[in-house]
């Protein structure tokens, strides 16, 4: 089993900066992939990024392109989302994601094995 903790989150200023973290217990987690999604009042879950096993390999959606970096240190079993320019509509609860089959990148969130509690990212404009 993996558990995941999700932090960083909070209130902030449209065009301000936040780094999630996504910290693993449980079992290492340097042979999973990992995401992050973001889920909205009465909006579906939607996907934000993904990193492969190794660190070398992301995918991002291209409302966050260029303005969200995702990585991850595996000798710390952690997982990051780092945020810039931050816009109104970025304001949701952030999740953080496993998913053990590592051969391609997943946006769908329902191929994931393991979810964290979620942080709240609240931005005002």
């Known amino acids: 089993q993996v558990q995941l903790v999700e932090s960083g989150g909070g209130l902030v200023q449209a065009g301000g900066s936040l780094r999630l973290a996504c910290a693993a217990s449980?079992?290492?987690?340097?042979?999973?992939?990992m995401g992050w999604f973001r889920q909205a009042p009465g909006k579906e879950r939607e996907f934000v990024a993904v990193?492969?096993?190794?660190?070398?390999?992301?995918y991002y959606a291209d409302s966050v392109k260029g303005r969200f970096t995702i990585s991850r240190d595996n000798a710390k079993n952690t997982l990051y989302l780092l945020i810039h320019s931050l816009k109104p509509e970025d304001t949701a609860r952030y999740y953080c994601?496993?998913?053990?089959?590592?051969?391609?990148?997943?946006?769908?969130?329902?191929?994931?094995?393991?979810w964290g509690q979620g942080t709240q990212v609240t931005v005002s404009s």
């Open positions: 994601a496993a998913r053990s089959n590592t051969a391609v990148l997943i946006t769908n969130p329902a191929l994931y094995n393991y």
């Open positions: 449980g079992r290492t987690v340097s042979y999973y992939n």
């Open positions: 990193i492969n096993y190794i660190g070398d390999s992301t």
